[in-house]
């Protein structure tokens, strides 16, 4: 079980680095953790169907300035391994990935904590020209970050994964049930967080339209989603490229000319 805590902590160590070191690569979404999570515990099927379901819940989830959200790479990566190694699935792993998200979410805090110290000390440095000083006040920081996901991840598989089993089996199936019904709830939760930013007057018609096509059209996610990439395209270039040319044509004036019409 070494070589898994090992490669589980790897995952969520580069996965916290993603939006820091490696660009927005969505390496940190519980979509893509719980595919590697799946890989590395030999069951890519679960992986994936946790990960979608724990991406519904924090879909909506994004840090806004000084704000620090849930820690999804933690949450996602541990809820979905615990899920797979005591084979009960999605229901415990919705059940454990929100409040080990939120737990981590403190350690995250004390990490920006720290990193400000740096922040300071490398002001200092680039005052004195030291150089070399400032690339290692850039780099603590982002070895901070690793370690603040490596390290859970790792101490939670290798010490956890037989005790997490065992307490899974020796709770109730009626827990597990109610845990199942109130997971089913969470992602209209995630939906709800990203419509509170997304929505607007003009944005309206496209949520209720959505709507009205899964529940009356029958069509599933892909075809939906094809669906509305071509009235996205109809939009752009049949409609506001007609209304741009238009502007450009109602004035077509150069300076110097008179139109006596």
Not at 45 to 74: F, N, R, Y
Not at 209 to 215: D, H, N, P, R, Y
Request: proline residues 3%.
């Amino acid at each position: 079980m070494v070589t898994e805590a090992l490669l589980l902590g790897l995952i969520a160590g580069i996965g916290i680095l993603d939006g820091r070191l490696f660009g927005v690569a969505m390496l940190d979404r519980p979509l893509v953790t719980g595919l590697f999570v799946g890989l590395v515990l030999g069951n890519l099927e679960q992986g994936i169907i946790i990960g979608a379901q724990l991406e519904l819940i924090w879909m909506g989830i994004a840090g806004i300035g000084a704000s620090t959200p849930p820690d999804v790479v933690t949450g996602g990566i541990l809820g979905t391994a615990f899920a797979i190694i005591s084979g009960q699935g999605v229901s415990v792993a919705l059940a454990l990935a929100v409040p080990i998200a939120v737990l981590a979410q403190s350690l995250g805090v004390i990490v920006r904590v720290v990193n400000t110290y740096f922040s300071h000390k490398a002001d200092k440095y680039a005052k004195e020209a030291n150089y070399k000083g400032i690339a290692l006040c850039m780099w603590l920081p982002i070895g901070l970050f690793f370690l603040s996901t490596f390290l859970p991840t790792f101490l939670a598989i290798l010490l956890g994964a037989g005790k997490v089993t065992d307490l899974v089996n020796a709770v109730p199936s009626v827990i597990l049930e109610g845990l199942q019904v109130a997971g089913n709830l969470l992602p209209a939760v995630g939906f709800a967080l990203l419509m509170d930013m997304l929505f607007t007057k003009k944005m309206a018609v496209f949520f209720f339209l959505g709507f009205l096509v899964a529940a009356y059209g029958g069509l599933n996610i892909t075809a939906i989603a094809l669906l509305a990439a071509c009235i996205a395209v109809i939009i752009h270039f049949y409609i506001e490229s007609k209304e741009t040319k238009e502007q450009h044509t109602e004035d077509n004036l150069t300076e110097g000319e008179i139109d006596f019409e």
